[in-house]
């Protein structure tokens, strides 16, 4: 599986031969670590290691030496498994983390900031273009949350909450797959349940563009989304399991693509504000969630280009549990 780079090429069928392994030895995965590798194999790699449950002390020592990489995703997958496992990460000045040990969540530190929301040569609904300040520092998921991690706030319930309709459809259901065809109140409950909530449209956007001012992350180019997004040109008809993408500059993974992410606000038109002032962000109040479409963000895994924007909005009702629906939590910086 190695030596063919079946790892880094088709994760989504790397994860379902493990996961049907009873047992598979570390060390030559550890190999590939030590040696001289394609970037993309080391962070698939990294990758497939991260939740090992075994001692590999081993480990250690090439996490440090791979969190310092000129290769993002690499530098990213790396420092997550220090912080993980309890070692101490050497730090870096894009994000600091925390792993939510009940949930197995990563979290990434989110700084406040001002930044232009929307984009006036998009569609209607991102119109118009507008300054937005998000004042206070939050955490966001690293990642969309996973079936592994879904399965943990499923057993936490006690059949309090039901199963999503895809749970048992191997397209979707692997554990490093996200989680699909949850409700908003779903989401919102896990979201609480692991101390957080739902990300405001702002906020998502904000992390989404992670200091750029173009259509994705990384620039204006299509041509350079498959390295960052699972779309409709590389999907394969279905999820692929998170993080197996380039992470944006603030560590955050499939913020285009793959699925689609509920926000805790309800869905509205833009406001007109005036040249040159600014808009803070707040949560929404009050109890109208049962009456309001919610936000969707980041487009899903069949979507085009142009519809995985990082200013890209659309909404749904907050009782539809949609086959490409996903969300991440986030919590508030205290």
């Not at 080391?42 to 090439?62: K, Q």
């Not at 894009?94 to 949930?103: A, G, I, M, Q």
């Not at 603030?250 to 869905?267: I, K, Q, R, S, T």
Request: aromatic residues 12%.
């Amino acid at each position: 599986m190695l030596a063919e780079g079946l790892a880094e090429r088709h994760p989504d069928l790397t994860d379902r031969f493990l996961n049907e392994t009873l047992y598979f030895e570390s060390g030559p995965f550890l190999e590939v670590l030590s040696g001289e590798q394609p970037p993309a194999r080391v962070a698939a790699v990294l990758r497939l290691l991260r939740d090992r449950a075994e001692p590999l002390p081993e480990l250690e020592a090439i996490c440090r030496r791979l969190s310092s990489s000129s290769d993002a995703t690499t530098a990213s997958m790396a420092g997550e498994i220090l912080v993980r496992r309890g070692w101490q990460p050497m730090a870096t000045a894009s994000e600091e983390l925390f792993v939510d040990e009940k949930s197995g969540v990563t979290f990434v530190r989110i700084r406040a900031g001002v930044f232009v929301m929307g984009d006036d040569n998009g569609k209607m609904n991102e119109r118009p273009a507008h300054r937005m300040r998000i004042r206070q520092d939050f955490w966001l998921a690293k990642y969309p949350v996973t079936n592994a991690q879904y399965k943990r706030f499923l057993i936490a319930q006690r059949g309090r909450a039901r199963k999503p309709p895809y749970w048992d459809d191997r397209r979707f259901n692997q554990p490093e797959q996200p989680v699909v065809a949850v409700t908003w109140f779903e989401a919102y409950a896990f979201s609480e349940w692991v101390g957080g909530r739902l990300p405001t449209e702002a906020e998502w956007e904000y992390a989404c563009r992670a200091g750029s001012t173009t259509k994705y992350c990384f620039g204006d180019d299509p041509a350079e989304l498959g390295e960052y997004a699972w779309f409709d040109k590389n999907c394969g008809g279905q999820t692929q399991p998170v993080g197996t993408k380039k992470p944006n500059a603030w560590g955050l993974h499939d913020m285009h693509g793959n699925v689609w992410e509920w926000c805790h606000d309800a869905y509205q038109a833009y406001p007109r504000a005036k040249p040159g002032s600014v808009i803070d962000d707040a949560l929404e109040s009050g109890e109208t969630y049962t009456t309001n479409v919610r936000v969707l963000r980041g487009g899903p895994f069949g979507g085009m280009s142009s519809v995985v924007r990082s200013s890209g909005r659309y909404f749904n009702a907050p009782d539809i549990d949609d086959g490409t629906v996903s969300f991440r939590p986030s919590r508030t910086y205290r």
